[in-house]
């Protein structure tokens, strides 16, 4: 995955610790550290906190250009994740890929994993290229 022409975050992902890690034709990536106000009231990261992952990654996976210049934005339609375990270690990982559409509509899967690999999420996404 390219690196050259990546984004910095948008307000809510800085606040969220949430960082472009990857972005490329139908593919992104993006990654956050575990910390103290990702956890819910078990001591795991709040699903939440997964699912605005997977969307990111998701919405980017559809929205890459190549050209800086030429940015386009998205609009998720539909977002169905799946939640399958909890990180073994302490970085989070979402990794989206455009599968299918056209102009306007297209679809995507995601999955979310740790550094070790653990495989926390599951996702599919339908998402809308903004006029």
């Known amino acids: 995955m390219k690196t050259s022409l990546l984004e910095g975050p ?6 969220l610790g949430i960082e472009m890690t990857g972005w490329d034709h139908d593919v992104a990536r993006f990654e956050a550290t575990v910390a103290p106000f990702h956890l819910n009231r078990s001591e ?13 990654a998701m919405g980017y996976a559809g929205a890459y250009t190549g050209d800086p210049d030429q940015r386009r ?4 339609l539909s977002l169905n994740i799946s939640y399958l375990s909890r990180p073994k270690g ?13 102009a306007k509509t297209f679809f995507t ?8 690999g653990e495989l926390i999420a599951t996702a599919q996404g339908t998402f809308r290229v903004r006029s």
Request: hydrophobic share 40%.
């Open 44 to 56: 795991i990261p709040h699903g939440g906190i997964y699912a605005t992952m997977l969307d990111t």
């Open 109 to 116: 899967d995601g999955r979310l994993m740790d550094e070790t």
């Open 73 to 76: 934005m998205t609009l998720t």
């Open 90 to 102: 302490s970085r989070l990982i979402a990794v989206g890929q455009r599968i299918g559409g056209g």
């Open 10 to 15: 948008s307000a809510a992902l800085a606040h």
